[in-house]
């Protein structure tokens, strides 16, 4: 056994074992330098977290782990392809390389279908089926600009 499928079977397995505890079938590793830094389950259900996806949780264990927000580095081993939110939160966390089992269409054949997100992204906000508004820009931005103008910021 090589030592991709090594840290496959770790997050199959974190999976199935939160299936077993009332939790969604998904697992997550996160490995840097041929080591485990992470491993989380989806604990949705178990802590009424909609965020609280496998991937999700994964970074949030590595990047305290490592104390740092950049992933780099790192590769995730993810039991199912990643929805768009945890898709995202990779990106984010600048991980490397995505391993994943299952496909967003197996996601898709046990309810799980995240296809609507993705047709929601590529709609103008008018046409989403959620009502977007637009409030307070103005102050908003000026936030924005002090920002803009902090010397001493840590850019992500």
């Given amino acids: 056994m090589n030592q991709h499928e090594y840290y496959m079977r770790?997050?199959?397995a974190l999976s199935d074992e939160n299936v077993?505890?009332?939790?969604?079938?998904?697992?997550?590793v996160i490995v840097k330098d041929g080591k485990i830094i992470a491993k989380a389950g989806n604990s949705v259900t178990l802590t009424n977290d909609p965020t609280a996806h496998a991937e999700v949780n994964a970074i949030r264990l590595a990047a305290k782990s490592l104390g740092t927000f950049d992933l780099s580095g790192c590769e995730i081993y993810t039991s199912c392809e990643p929805c768009p939110m945890c898709l995202g939160?990779?990106?984010?966390?600048?991980?490397?390389?995505?391993?994943y089992a299952n496909t967003k269409d197996d996601a898709r054949n046990i309810?799980?279908?995240?296809?609507?997100?993705?047709?929601?992204?590529?709609q103008p906000l008018q046409?989403?089926?959620?009502?977007?508004i637009q409030l307070l820009r103005n102050e908003a931005i000026k936030v924005f600009e002090k920002w803009q103008q902090k010397e001493d910021k840590i850019p992500y």
């Fill in 20 to 28: 077993d505890k009332g939790g969604g079938p998904f697992g997550a």
């Fill in 89 to 99: 939160a990779i990106y984010w966390a600048r991980i490397d390389k995505v391993y």
């Fill in 127 to 132: 046409l989403r089926k959620k009502t977007f």
């Fill in 10 to 12: 770790q997050a199959i």
């Fill in 111 to 122: 309810n799980f279908d995240d296809a609507f997100i993705y047709d929601e992204i590529m």
